[in-house]
């Protein structure tokens, strides 16, 4: 495998896109990514998306958008893994282009959430149908039982899980793509409508329409751009049961733990090294658990660590600068990409008000579903 | 990219299965195909299927089947491309296996049609929603534009059209995993239901259930395994518009023109080395057009070429030696894959009453749609 760099990125505003069909949203941030690299052509394609079946009654969207960017023609791959689609839509350009098949493919992600069905039961289609989903449970139940078992193992409090969702709002306040670009309190979320015990309305990411792209190249072809280039140290990827009732610990995510393993390896490096990162807070629970499962805070030891700042921008290890899912939205095939882009912006040390500064290597951490699948990015800034 | 081969192959008997689940589906054709191949691990996985949400609501399947099948953890991806999903599986194990990342892959196609929604409804979203579907068109009647469009400019006659039928029956008769393991006759082509002119009942592929998987290894790996070799001389692939209305010559499918030439291009062949061919006759007009796209016969004289039994076993090329898309069935996931498992067949000698003496070099060729995306695979056998 050669090595494989991002050079250019191009998303959408997050949020209610009534005005947008999702042909619309996603040529909108691949041309923008494209514009970016400085491209004057892309060899392939790749596009994420869970579940535009089901919310826009829409398959085969892989050529369809290859037409509506106009390069009909080209290979153009739809993968879906749930909410790690986006995340796993980067993984196979840079699979493509490490291997040489291709020098310049576009890894875009898009979903179009909120024109359709009803999202909830749609969601619900990254769950084990058989065992969970026919029986009535939804993602927030799901993450409802990890973070009772959080409490109940560690001590973890209720505030605690609120801190998650004030961060995560101080930082989008600085993101003008965020869905909910403001901040929001400690109370405010405490008494918020309860969704699954102890999980509330403002523990949950929302429904979002949304596009990501970025442009993955060769180091040869980064180089002769002239463009900032962010390297891909390392792509980890790893699965594991849909249904949670077969995980043995619920206060895990084993699936985080391995692909991070894989990625740390690639990269050679520790979870030390890593300056900031964009994690999957599909709820305020899941940034706990995946903070502990990168290695970036002891387990059980999460809670406190957002409490006391060290995960926010100018602690230690800065979480979610783009305001993560809660904020920033998440239109779930999107997510993955938007949380490469949110990396790239940082280490190319153009990420404005919610600069990391300095910030030289940084981590992506998507997921699907209760933790089913996971997609662990490792990236390095190096002009 | 390094030389890949496939050494093993597994599939359902294609058909209404009402008493298998999609999980239990895909994992008999897995375990064959580990089995037949006789590698004791896989290390990754890819599962094509068109939208197993709206046939069964279980999206993030490629985790859900690799923990079905054993190996929760290892990296699952789904693929989709509409009808085309399952060749595209395999072309992205090929990419990965070449590329060096894994040495082992499984690639597997899946659905499951028959025991939940509307399939037509369901098929239809492989068409632009916006533009054709809403608008009430669905399958067959896309490809019955195509076949007033060749039957007007080429003379091509209704008689010809039955005669694909016929031949693919003649061949699924010999199938013992086909879901319609029967002759049919011209006449009873001829005066089948009218679904849309000038295609009748019996010119359409059926609504199916099944599954398929190969093993794809590096040909080191695969020389150590001691089985017999096939090896992936090319796997192209290529886009064009979903909507039927833009294509400038309705008579044509330029997905498979494109996805052909690149295929022949890196394998160093032309049409006429080929000794065998599954393509994807999803209608009878289909498997016309395909053959002239794959430069098996001159434009317009594909009816005349099927009549006169160049197409059938014992002719110049022999197409659709396992029944095709029309008589094994068209569990569209799978279709791809299980192509590339009867080619295999074929090269290996181990075809049985298909078998086509002597084959050595054979290829696949699966779209989606009514031709926005192909896949063609060229394999040889090697011992």
């Given at each position: 495998m050669r090595e494989v760099a991002i050079v250019g990125v191009g998303m959408t505003r997050f949020g209610e896109l009534w005005e947008s069909p999702l042909r619309n949203m996603f040529t909108e941030a691949a041309l923008t990514a494209i514009d970016d690299a400085g491209v004057d052509h892309i060899d392939s394609m790749y596009v994420g998306?869970?579940?535009?079946?089901?919310?826009?009654?829409?398959?085969?969207?892989?050529?369809?958008?290859?037409?509506?960017?106009?390069?009909?023609?080209?290979?153009?791959?739809?993968?879906?893994?749930?909410?790690?689609?986006?995340?796993?839509?980067?993984?196979?350009?840079?699979?493509?282009?490490?291997?040489?098949?291709?020098?310049?493919?576009?890894?875009?992600?898009?979903?179009?959430?909120?024109?359709?069905?009803?999202?909830?039961?749609?969601?619900?289609?990254?769950?084990?149908?058989?065992?969970?989903?026919?029986?009535?449970?939804?993602?927030?139940?799901?993450?409802?039982?990890?973070?009772?078992?959080?409490?109940?193992?560690?001590?973890?409090?209720?505030?605690?899980?609120?801190?998650?969702?004030?961060?995560?709002?101080?930082?989008?306040?600085?993101?003008?793509?965020?869905?909910?670009?403001?901040?929001?309190?400690?109370?405010?979320?405490?008494?918020?409508?309860?969704?699954?015990?102890?999980?509330?309305?403002?523990?949950?990411?929302?429904?979002?329409?949304?596009?990501?792209?970025?442009?993955?190249?060769?180091?040869?072809?980064?180089?002769?751009?002239?463009?900032?280039?962010?390297?891909?140290?390392?792509?980890?990827?790893?699965?594991?049961?849909?249904?949670?009732?077969?995980?043995t610990d619920p206060t895990t995510i084993p699936a985080v733990g391995r692909a991070a393993e894989i990625a740390f390896k690639q990269a050679g490096l520790t979870p030390e090294k890593i300056e900031l990162a964009e994690v999957h807070d599909c709820f305020t629970i899941a940034e706990l658990v995946v903070t502990e499962e990168l290695g970036f805070v002891e387990r059980g030891r999460s809670g406190e660590a957002v409490s006391s700042g060290e995960t926010r921008l100018g602690g230690r290890i800065p979480v979610n600068t783009s305001g993560g899912l809660k904020a920033k939205g998440h239109p779930v095939g999107a997510s993955g990409v938007a949380q490469i882009i949110e990396v790239v912006e940082q280490l190319r040390g153009s990420a404005g008000d919610r600069q990391v500064e300095g910030a030289r290597i940084g981590l992506t951490q998507n997921m699907g579903g209760s933790g089913a699948s996971c997609v662990v990015h490792i990236l390095e800034g190096v002009s």
């Open positions: 998306a869970m579940s535009s079946g089901l919310f826009v009654h829409q398959e085969h969207i892989a050529s369809l958008l290859a037409d509506y960017l106009g390069v009909a023609g080209i290979p153009s791959t739809r993968v879906e893994s749930a909410c790690a689609s986006g995340g796993l839509a980067v993984r196979q350009a840079v699979i493509e282009v490490g291997a040489g098949v291709s020098d310049i493919v576009l890894a875009g992600g898009v979903e179009k959430m909120t024109d359709g069905v009803d999202a909830i039961d749609a969601l619900a289609t990254a769950a084990d149908q058989e065992y969970e989903a026919f029986h009535g449970i939804t993602f927030p139940g799901l993450y409802a039982f990890i973070a009772n078992a959080h409490m109940h193992r560690y001590g973890t409090t209720r505030e605690q899980l609120a801190d998650v969702a004030v961060k995560n709002h101080d930082h989008g306040s600085l993101n003008p793509k965020a869905q909910f670009p403001f901040k929001i309190t400690r109370e405010a979320v405490m008494n918020s409508t309860m969704v699954a015990w102890p999980l509330r309305l403002l523990d949950c990411s929302p429904v979002t329409d949304g596009a990501a792209a970025v442009i993955v190249t060769s180091m040869d072809v980064a180089e002769k751009l002239g463009r900032p280039i962010v390297k891909v140290l390392a792509s980890g990827h790893a699965t594991d049961g849909l249904a949670l009732h077969s995980r």
